[in-house]
């Protein structure tokens, strides 16, 4: 295992969750709050390790994350659990009770206002399940919100359906996946990510 620092973690979980942007080191060091020497001695570390691969367009070097190493997928889905694990006041508290809807769904996602304010009037949830399980499912939220002051918004969608909707860029989804603290399903969301990242 490599030793990584808390920057080389920001820029991993960045790149990651922001599949869809074209990052340099100018830009993300922009994003980060890194110079950008600072950033591109990250960058080259991450790629020198196999994390990363770099793409050339034109003088530009274009950072991705690095699939094809089976080990970054793993690291991604540990640093994922981290990021939750690692969260918290009200953020941490609405991970452990959305976490009681795991076995119903596939993958959970915690993201919106919830995220951002102390003033939030519902706790926003991206859940990716199968059909099969959308009863079970439902009749747990309910279960959920009956004892909770706050109401949980849902967006279910299936796995084709994301892969589907972040293809598309649909903004909330994106917004979701690039915001959002990911509850559980860490290994296959890191497979959706990847399917959508080719």
């Keep these: 295992m490599y030793d990584t620092t808390i920057n080389e973690i920001r ?38 390790q196999n994390l990363l ?6 003088k530009a070097k274009i950072y ?8 970054v997928k793993q690291y991604i889905s540990f640093l994922l659990r981290k990021e939750a694990e690692e969260s ?13 809807l795991d076995k119903s769904a596939d993958i959970g996602l915690l993201f919106g206002s919830v995220l951002k304010s102390d003033k939030y009037n519902d706790v926003d949830m991206l859940a990716v399940l199968k059909q099969s399980q959308l009863k079970e499912f439902n009749k747990k939220v309910e279960e959920l919100n009956k004892i ?19 293809i ?18 860490y290994e296959k969301f890191v497979e959706v990510v990847e399917s959508v990242s080719l």
Excluded: P, T
């Design 11 to 48: 820029i991993i979980l960045k790149i990651f969750k922001n599949f869809s942007n074209k990052y340099n080191s100018n830009n993300l060091a922009k994003e980060i709050g890194l110079s950008a020497m600072g950033a591109l001695k990250i960058l080259r570390k991450l790629y020198e």
């Design 53 to 58: 691969k770099i793409e050339e367009i034109g």
């Design 64 to 71: 991705s994350i690095n699939f094809k190493n089976e080990y």
């Design 88 to 100: 918290k006041g009200k953020i941490k508290r609405w991970i452990v009770e959305l976490r009681k």
């Design 148 to 166: 909770n002051v706050k109401r949980i918004h849902l967006i279910k969608q299936s796995i084709q359906d994301l892969k589907d909707n972040l």
């Design 168 to 185: 598309k860029k649909d903004k909330v989804i994106l917004n979701a996946v690039k915001q959002g603290i990911v509850l559980f399903g």
